[in-house]
T-cell receptor, first 113, second 117 residues
Framework: KQEVTQIPAALSVPEGENLVLNCSFT??????LQWFRQDPGKGLTSLLL?????REQTSGRLNASLDKSSGRSTLYIAASQPGDSATYLC????????????FGAGTQVVVTP | NAGVMQNPRHLVRRRGQEARLRCSPM?????VYWYRQLPEEGLKFMVY????????ESGMPKERFSAEFPKEGPSILRIQQVVRGDSAAYFC???????????????FGPGTRLLVL
């Protein structure tokens, strides 16, 4: 059974610092690993999707890496801004899960001006 | 192209009442997923439906919960005789294709916040 863990649960950094968010998963038989952003009271916004054959994906200030052998993914956010304050969720889709996304509990990020 | 729509956005029910949550997938999407987010927890899969079919309901509680996705109209998540522990955010997601494509993502709606008094 796939288990997804995110550490730390919360993170506070001053504006301009780089953010590093960690996600670990127990079953390496995945189709992909996704990172989402969730704002309070809102839905989920997909940030990056890394396919199982890929090592990383980049979009603007965001970069996500995937290491299936160690069961880890890391989301880097460069030069953080107050607008980056949100909860970040990672989710794995395993090959036997038939569309079921397995989510971590999230990392709550606060970027202070 | 409108995104995934859910209504109501907020729903208050008293213990013992029924809750009906609606989800309209994105245009052209025939695959719908329901997830539940309990306070301070991550999202948990509940059920996966295609038009008129339940494909995987392994995450649904055995009693009081049911889901449907009729040929016409939105997908409905129904909770009978609600209890306080049902208070949560319920998210619907949709996708255009059958699961199993590595590049496939699910598009999420804004969620319905259910509060049981």
């Amino acid at each position: 059974k796939q288990e997804v863990t995110q550490i730390p649960a919360a993170l506070s950094v001053p504006e301009g610092e780089n953010l590093v968010l960690n996600c670990s998963f127990t079953d390496s038989a995945i189709y992909n690993l996704q990172w989402f952003r969730q704002d309070p009271g809102k839905g989920l916004t997909s940030l990056l999707l890394i396919q199982s054959s890929q090592r990383e994906q980049t979009s603007g200030r965001l970069n996500a890496s995937l290491d299936k052998s160690s069961g880890r993914s890391t989301l880097y956010i460069a030069a953080s801004q107050p607008g980056d304050s949100a909860t970040y969720l990672c989710a794995a889709m395993t090959t036997d899960s038939w569309g079921k996304l397995q989510f971590g509990a999230g990392t709550q990020v606060v970027v202070t001006p | 192209n409108a995104g995934v729509m859910q209504n109501p956005r907020h729903l208050v029910r008293r213990r013992g009442q029924e809750a009906r949550l609606r989800c309209s997938p994105m245009k052209g999407h025939s695959h719908v997923y329901w997830y539940r987010q309990l306070p301070e927890e991550g999202l948990k899969f509940m059920v996966y439906l295609q038009k008129e079919n339940i494909i995987d309901e392994s995450g649904m509680p055995k009693e009081r919960f049911s889901a449907e996705f009729p040929k016409e109209g939105p997908s409905i998540l129904r909770i009978q005789q609600v209890v306080r522990g049902d208070s949560a955010a319920y998210f619907c997601a949709s996708s255009p294709h059958q699961p199993g494509r590595p590049q496939e993502t699910q598009y999420f709606g804004p969620g319905t916040r259910l509060l049981v008094l």
